[in-house]
């Protein structure tokens, strides 16, 4: 009946571990398995880092803007007045262009008052095709100029009712078989009448925007602290390229060609062009790949680690149960074998009391089973209070220089006797070639006496019990041995637990508390040796106890 409520217990226990950790653990490892395919499914990883990527290049682009305005602005607020001389003029676009190198040319022009002047880059009056080039320009826009400054006029001055100042031209022109950028900003001259047809015109020059001013931008970008996560060894690669073709027309040091990530056309200032970004040696979705890869092995791993703690809990829960089990047991078995000693001894006692007894014999049984009886009690108690004391901690050992095998033969003296009473044989070997050793006399004799009296218990009929006691390398080993009932190989390490008794029937009609073997394991390494046992159910058993010869042993209180 108690077994059955036990394997329930046991069951509930079991069903209690399985809905309290098991479930939500499965569960949110389930859930993160979904997340991980989910995400890798959508690309949620890749769509984030293209919209990082645009971002980055929608910084790009206003930096541009802002950029290109703050050198056109300055050169437009210096422009000299069409009402000017044209001598003057010409020398005031002269110098805005010497002291604005990003420019190529500059022209003013001034319909109703027939005025067309124009100036190049003096500073680029050497390179003979640059030169050319311009002039191409300038002759190009004396001819259109007469036909659209009026419409065109008309637009900026609609513009500059918003505050804007300008209008942009800009495109690829095919020259000597390969195409160059054109990028030229019309604003209003100074000094134009009101409904007048008439326009300013000033180029950037395509030299500078190549190496100077989108390599910067590009810099600028790539630079911002917010975008490079910190410790981000792969910055990206940024390229711009003419809108229709993907050759890089500028890049940033690291681009390595391929398949750029997201490529966005720039508009307004910068018509025509396009940028490109990536991230150099890999793509977004190798990226997405690795990390989506680490981020199951991290699963896995937290999920091994998930199931090893979930064992543990219910080992150790097992392990609770089974001492819980155990101690109740205990102290119905202490009670058992408190209680049959002193009914024998009232009983012989009373007996006595009476003084009926004629032979003088029986006195003499009487008493010995009073003794024997009243010396079990003691060793009981002995054991009980040296186990409370471990359990608290407060065990304390009192290590003296001992001749042991003087301690031995003592100890087992006051118990022949009652051996050899039982109808057991009894055989003693003790070497003398034996140091003194450091030991606790009393742990140490009731070390013995515990093995001793285990040998007695767990016999049936071949009575047999020998003591050793020998010398062997550095340590020396006390055995006992009987010819009793064994311990089978999967208890054997069992016995040595706190009220560990066999599962063996035969045990249980033999009184004992299941302390004794504990108490001899913690003196043993309370000592800096140990005991260890080999038996053969049905055989018989022999426990060995070995002790440092020279290890210091341990003082004071041991923890259990
Ligand atoms: P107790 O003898 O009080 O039950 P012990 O701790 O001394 O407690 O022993 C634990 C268990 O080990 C015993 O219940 C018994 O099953 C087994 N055992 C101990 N000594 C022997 C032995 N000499 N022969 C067979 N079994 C033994």
């Known amino acids: ?182 990028n030229i900003a019309y604003f209003l001259p100074p000094g134009l009448g009101k409904e007048e047809a008439g326009l300013a015109m000033l180029s950037f020059d395509q030299d500078y925007l190549r190496n100077k001013f989108f390599p910067e931008v590009i810099k600028d970008v790539l630079n911002r602290k917010s975008i490079r996560p910190k410790g981000d060894t792969n910055p990206p690669a940024i390229m711009v390229h003419r809108t229709m073709d993907r050759t890089p027309w500028v890049a940033s040091a690291n681009w390595d060609g391929g398949k750029a990530e997201v490529d966005v056309p720039f508009e307004d200032i910068f018509q025509d062009i396009s940028w490109s970004i990536k991230y150099p040696g890999t793509t977004l979705a190798d990226i997405s790949a690795k990390f989506i890869r680490y981020m199951y092995t991290i699963l896995g791993a937290l999920s091994l680690l998930m199931l090893g703690g979930i064992f543990m809990t219910y080992r150790n829960i097992s392990r609770e149960m089974n001492l819980a089990r155990l101690k109740s047991d205990f102290v119905a078995n202490v009670s058992h074998e408190l209680r049959t000693p002193l009914a024998l001894i009232r009983l012989y006692a009373e007996t006595l009391e ?137 208890e054997q390490e069992k016995i040595f637990e706190k009220f560990y008794r066999c599962g063996d029937p035969l045990v249980h009609n033999i009184k004992g508390s299941g302390l004794g073997l504990s108490l001899v394991r913690h003196i043993a390494r309370a000592h800096g040796g140990d005991v260890h046992v080999e038996s053969v159910p049905d055989k018989g058993s022999k426990f060995t106890i070995k002790l440092p010869l020279d290890g210091a042993p341990r003082t004071g209180a041991v923890p259990a």
Not at 46 to 53: G, I, L, N
Not at 362 to 389: C, G, M, P, Q, V
Not at 470 to 476: I, L, N, Q
Request: hydrophobic share 40%; proline share 3%; with cysteine.
């Open 354 to 490: 009476l003084g009926r007894l004629t032979n003088k014999e029986k006195y003499h049984e009487y008493f010995r089973i009073i003794r024997e009886e009243s010396e079990r009690l003691t060793a009981l108690i002995n054991n009980i209070l040296d186990f409370s004391r471990i359990e608290a901690g407060r065990k304390e050992y009192d290590f003296k220089e001992t001749d042991l095998p003087e301690l031995i033969r003592s100890t087992l003296d006051s118990y022949r006797f009652q051996i050899e009473q039982n109808g057991f044989k009894f055989e003693e070997n003790i070497a003398r070639d034996i140091p003194p050793v450091n030991v606790d006399r009393e742990a140490i004799a009731r070390s013995l006496l515990n093995l001793v009296n285990n040998a007695l218990k767990y016999s049936k009929d071949r009575k047999f019990i020998g003591v050793n006691l020998y010398r062997t390398d550095g340590s020396v080993k006390l055995e006992v041995q009987d010819h009793g009932i064994g311990i089978p190989t999967s």
């Open 1 to 182: 009946m108690s077994m059955k409520w036990k394997l329930t217990d046991r069951t509930k226990m079991l069903l209690k571990l399985e809905l309290a950790i098991t479930v939500p653990a499965l569960a949110l490892m389930g859930f993160s398995i979904w997340n991980l395919k989910h995400i890798q499914r959508d690309q949620y990883i890749e769509a984030a880092m293209q919209r990082e990527f645009r971002s980055m290049l929608k910084i790009a682009e206003n930096k541009s803007w802002m950029k290109a305005d703050d050198l056109i602005e300055p050169a437009r607020k210096e422009f000299p007045n069409v009402n000017e001389s044209e001598t003057q003029i010409k020398a005031d676009l002269d110098r805005i262009l010497r002291e604005h190198p990003e420019f190529a040319y500059a022209v003013v022009y001034d319909k109703s008052c027939h005025v067309f002047v124009s100036a190049i880059q003096p500073n680029r009056e050497h390179d003979q095709e640059f030169w050319d080039n311009a002039q191409d320009d300038i002759n190009n826009a004396a001819n259109w100029l007469p036909l659209h400054s009026g419409s065109m006029a008309d637009s900026v001055r609609m513009m500059e009712e918003k505050g804007d100042h300008y209008l942009f031209e800009a495109g690829w022109e095919a020259r000597h078989r390969h195409h160059v950028y054109f």
